[in-house]
């Protein structure tokens, strides 16, 4: 199995940058894509970025393209979501997710492993 731990939320004001953090644990895939999603209260959990391990290509929701950028550092088998000029309606829980497989999806039924999600809260 694949454990997966997302870090680096908190409180920013509008206008502002944070950078999340997936760090994977116990056996990993030798090749395997990350996806971001979010969802916010009372709204369906939505496709945020993904990234493919091996390969290197990102794709992004529109909502967020041109101000999150997905990269990764297999050494320490981490993937970063950087967020900058958050708004107000990017507030949500932020997940990342693992799919076994080099070619990322913007479905969430294709991943395979889950984080527990970390809060985001955008103010003024």
């Known amino acids: 199995q694949v454990q997966l731990v997302e870090s680096g939320g908190g409180l920013v004001q509008a206008g502002g940058s944070l950078r999340l953090s997936c760090a994977a644990s116990?056996?990993?895939?030798?090749?395997?894509?990350m996806g971001w999603f979010r969802q916010a209260p009372g709204k369906e959990r939505e496709f945020v970025g993904a990234?493919?391990?091996?390969?290197?290509?990102?794709y992004y929701a529109d909502s967020v393209k041109g101000r999150f950028t997905i990269s990764r550092d297999n050494a320490k088998n981490t993937v970063y979501l950087q967020m900058n000029s958050l708004k107000f309606e990017d507030t949500a829980v932020y997940y990342c997710?693992?799919?076994?497989?080099?070619?990322?999806?913007?479905?969430?039924?294709?991943?395979?492993?889950w984080g527990q999600g970390t809060q985001v809260t955008v103010s003024s």
């Open positions: 116990g056996r990993t895939f030798s090749n395997y894509a």
């Open positions: 997710a693992a799919r076994g497989a080099l070619v990322f999806s913007s479905s969430r039924f294709a991943y395979d492993y």
């Open positions: 990234i493919s391990w091996s390969g290197g290509s990102t």
